[in-house]
């Protein structure tokens, strides 16, 4: 066996289990792994400029591409609890992510030694597996155990924490001999398929709702051809987005009380049958429970146990992971189909489709200050189908999901459950190392994008280019729209007068100098028929001098999103689409206009 140092041990394990990506900050705790990781050289390590932005460095680039692990590192004591917000985005998304951190040594724990506190017990609600390691011969199995837990069952972050002792230690260990250890996911039986589908075939409206677990899974293939097996139309969920494209003809929409489609939640309540598959119900999906099941069967498939039943008891569950589940509903019905037939489900899949091309928003508004549903129109135009946008939480999350459009798995990266402020940025970063030469696009109100906006420096110090759209109507938009139930306005408004910057109109804070100041190039949009030059223009900086570029759009001051208490119960603040012009980027135009023809507005351009 070879003597080496456990961190030395650990960082070849990271090489082995293929977790090679690393965000962080070094510190006195942690500058052992540090010399590790250096040392070794097969960890790519990118500087961030604040521990939780490490943290959701490394959630964007898990939820980049398949197999992804990202890896965040911090020092002892605050570095650990900055990070604790990216472990509960991780965890609530089912996102794998390993949280690193240096501590004190093993004898001066009890001592409330310098930046030492107890983050194993603090980070344990919020991980699958929180460990302070007080052996050095315990590193491997730690880390072993770290991955395997990560991979199982519903995926998950895991911390590790390693005394500067234990790191320095030596120890006996041959990374030839290291295997990691063997992963568990539940599959769904061939018995547990034909129910399934024995349900499924007896309804006369049925829909699937395919969840953040298809994604998960890499099942997204296997969904669709499930669904145009049996003809029956997707609703996918806010994590679930993109596991059918937008524009197959069996997508019905997303449903929901606020991230939806106006035809999703019209085709949703038409249902008498929902297959729920690697979804969790949640409470923005489903509103009121009374009115998301009245009327209807539910079979749910899940890969944790626990979420049978957690919000309403369906009439059949299942656990299993998602990928598996489908394959074998697959075979059975394909053997089905083969024997004795399965139902024509066209009229109420072209009944889906047709509500799809009727119950659409305006976006086509032409207002100064800009109304942001005329941005959302103008991205579908300028990044067309190959583009991945990041974001988190507020109206422009809201307003987006409900005018972009997805058209593939882990193309609509979203922190969906704990949504934080400050989570876009960051994560767009490391979405980009997940993604080199794609396409990004992150979107994020004022307040999101000011939260965390450091980070910025760091695509620029390690050329990570990508888009930043920053929809600026200087509010807390979604909370100063919460708050009209309380028939107040307060402390919800950013606005003031910048002294250094009078061009900003009483906006507040100069996006475009910060921006600037941190090494990013960014463009300032007033008009909305500068939209579009303005997107090929940030599209052709980012290229040239391989930076994040920043293009915040002047919005109205307030705007209220389409939301509401119930799925039949969503208020429309603004005008619904009439014509076809009023909506010029739906994916499939509005049949009252005959002006223009289907063929010419059918898809969104491609950008090539």
């Given amino acids: 066996m070879t003597k080496m140092r456990a961190v030395d041990a650990a960082v070849l394990i990271l090489e082995k289990e293929g977790a090679i990506e690393a965000f962080g900050l070094p510190g006195a705790a942690i500058n052992p792994f540090y010399s590790a990781m250096k040392a070794h050289g097969g960890i790519r390590h990118t500087l961030a400029r604040h521990v939780e932005g490490a943290s959701h460095m490394a959630d964007g680039y898990s939820r980049a591409a398949v197999g992804n692990i990202g890896i965040c590192i911090g020092t002892s004591g605050p570095a650990g609890t900055d990070m604790i917000t990216g472990l509960y985005a991780a965890l609530a998304d089912s996102i794998p992510i390993l949280c690193i951190t240096g501590q004190a040594p093993v004898a001066k724990l009890h ?81 547990q398929a034909a129910k399934i589908l024995d349900m499924l075939t007896a309804a006369e409206r049925p829909l699937i709702v395919a969840g953040g677990g298809v994604i998960n899974a890499d099942a997204d293939a ?38 939806h489609h106006r035809y999703g939640n019209a085709n949703f309540l038409d249902s008498d049958f929902v297959l729920g598959i690697g979804n969790r119900w949640a409470n923005r999906h489903t509103g009121g429970l009374e009115t998301y099941t009245k009327g209807r069967t539910f079979v749910h498939v899940d890969i944790e146990p626990t979420q049978i039943g957690r919000v309403f008891a369906p009439d059949f569950g299942v656990v299993s992971d998602a990928g598996a589940a489908l394959e074998m509903l697959v075979q059975v019905a394909r053997s089905r189909r083969g024997v004795v037939g399965l139902p024509d489900y066209s009229a109420w899949a072209k009944s889906c489709a047709a509500r799809k091309g009727e119950l659409q928003r305006k976006t086509n508004f032409r207002d100064i200050p800009i109304k942001p549903q005329r941005v959302y129109q103008e991205m579908n135009a300028a990044f067309g189908k190959d583009v ?51 396409t990004v696009v992150a979107l994020s109100g004022d307040y999101d994008f000011q939260f965390m906006l450091e980070e910025l420096a760091v695509g620029a110090h390690f050329n990570l280019p990508y888009i930043h759209v920053v929809v600026n109507n200087s509010y807390l938009g979604l909370i100063r729209q919460a708050q009209r139930g309380f028939n107040m306005d307060y402390h919800v408004s950013l606005a003031f007068d910048n002294i250094n910057s009078p061009e900003t109109n009483g906006y507040g804070v100069d996006h475009i100098k910060v921006a600037e100041g941190l090494g990013c190039k960014a463009l300032r949009v007033e008009d909305p028929d500068l939209l579009a030059a303005s997107f090929e223009e940030a599209r052709s900086l980012a290229a040239e001098h391989r930076v994040p570029v920043v293009v915040e759009v002047i919005l109205e001051r307030v705007t209220n999103i389409a939301m509401g208490t119930e799925l039949d119960n969503v208020v429309e603040f603004e005008d619904i689409a009439i014509t076809r012009a009023d909506a010029p980027t739906s994916i499939i135009p509005l049949a009252s206009d005959p002006v223009l023809n289907v063929a010419e507005s059918n898809h969104v351009p491609s950008i090539g």
């Fill in 111 to 191: 001592k409330e030694d310098f930046q030492a506190v107890d983050i194993e017990t603090i980070a344990k609600p919020l991980t699958k597996m929180a460990l302070t390691v007080m052996e050095p011969g315990q590193v491997p199995g730690a880390f072993q155990k770290a991955f395997q837990l990560m991979r199982s069952s519903r995926p998950g972050p895991t911390l590790i924490d390693l005394p500067i002792d234990v790191q320095l230690a030596e120890i006996d260990f041959d990374i030839d001999s290291y295997e990691p250890l063997p992963v568990a996911k539940p599959r769904a039986t061939r018995d």
């Fill in 222 to 259: 296997a969904l669709v051809e499930f669904a145009e097996l049996l003809g029956v139309p997707v609703v996918p969920t806010l994590m679930g987005w993109g596991a059918i494209p937008d524009d197959h003809p069996l997508m019905a929409g997303m449903v929901g009380l606020q991230t």
């Fill in 388 to 438: 991945t946008y990041v974001t988190t939480i507020g109206l422009s999350q809201i307003a987006g999901a409900q005018m972009l459009h997805t058209f593939g798995p882990r193309r609509w990266i979203n922190a969906g459950q704990a949504g934080p402020l400050g989570w876009t940025g960051p994560a767009a970063l490391g979405v980009v190392r997940g993604k080199p030469g794609q």
